[in-house]
Each structure stands twice: as structure tokens, then as C-alpha cells.
T-cell receptor, first 111, second 115 residues
Framework: DAGITQSPRHKVTETGTPVTLRCHQTENHRYMYWYRQDPGHGLRLIHYSYGVKDTDKGEVSDGYSVSRSKTEDFLLTLESATSSQTSVYFC??????????FGPGTRLTVT | QQQVKQSPQSLIVQKGGISIINCAYENTAFDYFPWYQQFPGKGPALLIA???DVSEKKEGRFTISFNKSAKQFSLHIMDSQPGDSATYFC??????????????WGLGTSLAVNP
């Protein structure tokens, strides 16, 4: 998985609780992305980062925030988890080239 | 609004046959067209990609055909094998500022290759 780890790999949480997912890369790539994958919707971009402390919204950013304090770490936070945020979350990275490389994913269930 | 339309949604092919997956896009600013392969429980993995300055790119048994005027591109898997059974996604993106690429994804094609 191109030096990308995601933690946790699985999480079950209750509605209304905050949740933070972590993406860690060892490739020193500039760009990092958070996607969610849902049946019938494919992959949708939540937020992305183009450098330390530089982030921007994707197409489904409502209810999510991100932070990037170090090149290697990109955190995704669900401020108050809802059942609609039950999904598989993928982190991706890219460098100077166009290719995006994906992590193994985090399966999140909000009950 | 789905900017990249992928078809078919699912595909069954016999071993040794040719698998063909098609994608159509709308935005003429798109200049990068990758295909990803995803196995259950794994993240998508880049398979092959093409730019609009060529009409075809081949890597092993995988070929992308690109038709700029029709705004369509397709993935051909020759001599399909059971190990190719996976979900395939096409994507497209324009080149944004700072060389960043925000991919627009198709909804995926579930391919099953029967032995």
C-alpha cells in the first residue's frame, strides 16, 4: 500500500460521539486525500491537503474536519458522528506525479 | 451530477475472454484518465492511466483506449483470468493549480471471471 497506514482499521461508535481517523505515510508525498466509499456512490472526496496546515474541502465535506500538522499525518475528524457517516474511509497520497496511492481503509460503523 | 459515467455496472466473462469496461466524461478540461482495481477489503490500486495525447496505452493484458472526440475511454482486459475478478473504477481529472489532481470517479464495475 505504498507506505500508507490507516488507523484504526475498524471502528464501531455511537451516534453523537466524535471520531478521529488517522492516515500516516512514509513516502514524504505532498498531497493527501480522504475519501469515503459507499455502495452506489463510488469514491467521494471529503477533504484534501496540499501541504502542512494547508487543506481544502472536497465534494462531501459537511460534518467532517481535517488537520495536517506534519507531512506524514493527515487526520479526519467526525465532530459528531451520524449513521449516514457509516462508510469505508480511504486515505490516498500523491507526489509530484499524478498517481494517487490508497491506504487499506477504515471501516466505520455508527450505531 | 455524475461527471464520469461508467458501464456496465457488473460484468461476467469466461476465462480467456476479453473484458471491456467503458467510461464517458463531460468536462473537456480533463487531461488524466486512470483506471483502478479494487479487491474486497482492500484499497483501490492504480492499474493503468492515459493522457489525451495518445489513443491507446497497453500494459501487459490491460489496454486503455481513448477517444477524445467522443469523450470516452475504455479498459480492455485480454485473456481474462479468475484472479482479475475485482471491482474496476475509472476516473478523470483536470490539472489544477500546484499540480494537484482531484479525481472524479465512475461508480465502478464488478467483474467476475468464471474459470
Amino acid at each position: 500500500d505504498a507506505g500508507i497506514t490507516q488507523s484504526p482499521r475498524h471502528k464501531v461508535t455511537e451516534t453523537g460521539t466524535p471520531v478521529t481517523l488517522r492516515c500516516h505515510q512514509t513516502e514524504n508525498h505532498r498531497y493527501m486525500y480522504w475519501y469515503r466509499q459507499d455502495p452506489g456512490h463510488g469514491l467521494r472526496l471529503i477533504h484534501y491537503s496540499y501541504g502542512v496546515k494547508d487543506t481544502d474541502k472536497g465534494e462531501v465535506s459537511d460534518g467532517y474536519s481535517v488537520s495536517r500538522s506534519k507531512t506524514e499525518d493527515f487526520l479526519l475528524t467526525l465532530e459528531s458522528a451520524t449513521s449516514s457517516q457509516t462508510s469505508v474511509y480511504f486515505c490516498a497520497i500523491s507526489g509530484l506525479q499524478d498517481e494517487q496511492y490508497f491506504g487499506p481503509g477504515t471501516r466505520l460503523t455508527v450505531t | 451530477q455524475q461527471q464520469v459515467k461508467q458501464s456496465p455496472q457488473s460484468l461476467i466473462v469466461q476465462k480467456g475472454g476479453i473484458s471491456i469496461i467503458n467510461c464517458a466524461y463531460e468536462n473537456t478540461a480533463f487531461d488524466y484518465f486512470p483506471w483502478y482495481q479494487q479487491f474486497p477489503g482492500k484499497g483501490p490500486a492504480l492499474l493503468i492511466a492515459i493522457r489525451p495525447d495518445v489513443s491507446e496505452k497497453k500494459e501487459g493484458r490491460f489496454t486503455i483506449s481513448f477517444n477524445k472526440s467522443a469523450k470516452q475511454f475504455s479498459l480492455h482486459i485480454m485473456d481474462s483470468q479468475p484472479g482479475d475478478s475485482a471491482t474496476y473504477f475509472c476516473a478523470a481529472s483536470p490539472l489544477a493549480a500546484g499540480n494537484n489532481r482531484k479525481l472524479i470517479w465512475g461508480l465502478g464495475t464488478s467483474l467476475a471471471v468464471n474459470p
